[in-house]
């Protein structure tokens, strides 16, 4: 028995399992399956903000008792009262002077450090890498404790506050800061510095007109962070503050007796002024673009 | 392990240096360096030696005098024996600050691994703004941010509602080290979570050190990632590969660096942490963090609390000579 093309191509199509477009829930699966690792980032995000939110929402809140855990009434009366309470003013204004010079000595030296091992080789690389690593590594109270070790034999004791808390955080700053900047001039494109020396510009020119524009973002960075970090450091601070009351400070003894929800308005404020100042640049490059 | 896999990474800038750093005098590295370096050593190396010293003086800073007193000729090494005795075979201390720092270590890298993942490969255009996105909670002070979880982990939370009617507690509070093991193995003697809440529990101190330290390993896990070259995966998928397999064989080992990188950045410093156990933990619940805040604050036995740093700093100097004799120092900054 023979059969044409034609229906022998017939009986193949009918043989076939009907064609459909995928469901709904097939659809969603596959969505699902090929996004399942920004699941987990979005996850982790939340987890990273949840506390932020906590934070900001109970600068809104009217604790019942002494404690601002648990959410009871709102009100901004922390918000416009938060100016009056000296002990938070003047401990938000000593975290704020520490920091600032912190963040400068910090940058100064820490920027040094990064141009010489981004751009230079020398001997004992290794050594240099090590003793920036380990003050990142080394748990804050083995090294508050330590530098307490070094003030008391100095006999410092008595004079422990603004001097040797800032001094600490420089120490802690600096090797932030150069991982920070010796990733902006790892990233350089050394041509760009190379068209300019063939340009006859002479060094200090090249320097100063592409190599330090190009890297003055990576400073940027280290400053905010090493500003934040100073600001809100407690575990070196509390060895080191003798009885120099900083804002982690103020937060850490009000704990006992409850932090008020004027130390949260703080907290809102300086996450506001950082998100801010850094979403700034980012948004005046979108709309430029626009 | 090691960095010479990674293409284009830290380990070839060197050779690039010396051409570029002909021309400029050989003092010059060592001049940039000097007021950096100078400050580490003085207020870094320093001080370490000054706490080595003092693990092996006598004294007390509230008796007697209060002076310590040091002599080659009459080390005391039995700060490290009352140590050794009090916070190792009395209370586990020291090994729970570990276990502790290991749980959350491994913890922040199943976290952090997607994230520094889809922010490096997968973000496209918000790469940048996740980037902020990742560092802003460090403006808000941590102190804060750590009490926020007496918050979310209260009782009546949902999160703690939750976990109670699906078993999880239940499960938690099973996990536990049985009356019958000698003392110093007592890590978990009440479980992993108490029948009916978290807070002041073990779980919570592990889930607040986990959170305070997710951006050390965030950061270092996205730095070494963003510097596979794609070429590479599609290379592995073009060769029949699966994404899964391209994952384990490529990905993953490329990023090794930043895993071991971040690890160090968490690990120790979390085995040192005192915040996370003084806000969310039991009162009876302390970590090396605050036995060695203890030892200097409250009762000025310095020799003791030294000892107990340098125990620390024992753990600290074997996991970065390990790391270094495998991957050299170039990756840690």
């Known amino acids: 028995m023979t059969i044409t093309i034609d229906e022998r191509r017939e009986q193949a199509l009918a043989a076939l399992p009907p064609h459909r477009e995928p ?202 962070l090493a500003f934040s970090l100073s600001f809100d450091d407690f575990v070196i601070t509390n060895f080191t503050s003798g009885q120099a009351v900083t804002f982690p400070m103020f937060v850490w003894g009000a704990n006992t007796r409850g932090i008020p929800p004027e130390a949260n308005v703080v907290g809102a404020i300086m996450f506001i002024i950082a998100l801010v100042v850094v979403l700034l640049p980012e948004v005046v490059k979108r709309v430029r673009k626009s | 392990m090691s960095a010479a896999p990674v293409p284009g990474a830290a380990s070839a800038a060197p050779a690039d240096d010396v051409a570029r750093s002909v021309g400029t005098k050989s003092w010059t590295p060592y001049a940039l360096l000097s007021p950096g370096m100078l400050w580490l050593a003085i207020f870094f190396l320093v001080p370490t030696v000054m706490l080595l010293r003092m693990s092996l003086s006598s004294g007390s800073a509230f008796a007697g005098d209060g002076t310590f007193s040091f002599s080659w000729g009459a080390l005391q090494w039995g700060n490290y024996g009352d140590a050794v005795s009090k916070y190792v075979i009395d209370s586990p201390i020291f090994q729970k600050s570990l276990i502790y720092a290991l749980i959350a270590t491994v913890l922040c890298l199943t976290i952090a691994y997607p994230l520094a993942y889809t922010i490096a490969f997968k973000a496209g255009r918000w790469r940048n703004l996740l980037l902020v996105l990742v560092i802003a909670p460090f403006f808000t002070s941590f102190l804060l941010r750590t009490t926020a979880w007496s918050t979310i982990l209260s009782d009546s939370s949902i999160v703690v509602q939750f976990m109670e009617n699906t078993g999880m507690l239940t499960v938690l509070h099973a996990i536990n080290t049985p009356d019958s093991w000698p003392t110093w193995t007592q890590i978990f003697p009440d479980g992993l979570t108490g029948e009916t809440r978290v807070l002041q529990t073990p779980l919570a101190v592990i889930l607040g050190i986990t959170y305070n330290f997710l951006p050390f390993m965030t950061l270092p896990l996205f730095a070494s990632l963003e510097r596979i070259d794609v070429r590479l995966i599609e290379a592995a998928t073009d060769l029949y590969s699966s994404a899964f397999t391209a994952f384990r064989k490529v990905t993953f080992p490329l990023s090794l660096p930043g895993v071991v990188a971040g690890t160090l950045l968490t690990f120790i410093p979390a085995a040192g942490d005192p915040v996370n156990a003084a806000l969310l933990g039991a009162a009876n619940d302390s970590l090396m963090g605050n036995a060695i805040d203890a030892q200097f604050k409250a009762t000025g036995n310095y020799p003791l609390a030294a000892s107990l740093s340098v125990m620390l700093m024992v753990v600290i100097v074997t996991m970065v000579a390990l790391y270094v004799r495998r991957a050299g120092t170039e990756e840690l900054v």
């Open chain 1, 23 to 224: 469901g709904f829930w097939a659809r969603a699966n596959r969505w699902i399956r090929t996004h399942l690792v920004q699941f987990f980032a979005a996850f982790a995000l939340l987890f990273m903000f949840l506390p932020v939110m906590i934070v900001v929402l109970f600068s809104f809140n009217v604790p019942a008792g002494r404690f601002n855990y648990n959410w009871n009434q709102f009100s901004t009366i922390a918000w416009t009262n938060v100016w009056q309470d000296p002990q938070i003013t003047d401990a938000v204004k000593l975290s704020i002077e520490i920091a600032l010079l912190s963040t400068t000595v910090s940058v100064v030296l820490g920027t040094l450090i990064a141009f010489a091992i981004g751009r230079h080789n020398f001997r004992g690389r290794g050594g240099i890498n090590l003793l920036i690593f380990m003050p990142m590594a080394t748990p804050e109270v083995v090294m508050g404790s330590s530098l307490l070790t070094l003030f008391v034999a100095a006999q410092l004791e008595g004079s422990l506050g603004f001097a040797t808390i800032t001094v600490a955080h420089i120490m802690f700053c600096i090797s932030f800061v150069v991982v920070t900047v010796k990733a902006r001039i790892a990233g350089l494109d050394s041509r760009l510095e190379q068209a300019a020396m063939d340009l006859y510009a002479d060094e200090r020119t090249t320097f100063m007109k592409i190599t330090f524009p190009l890297v003055l973002p990576g400073i940027v960075a280290a400053a905010l």
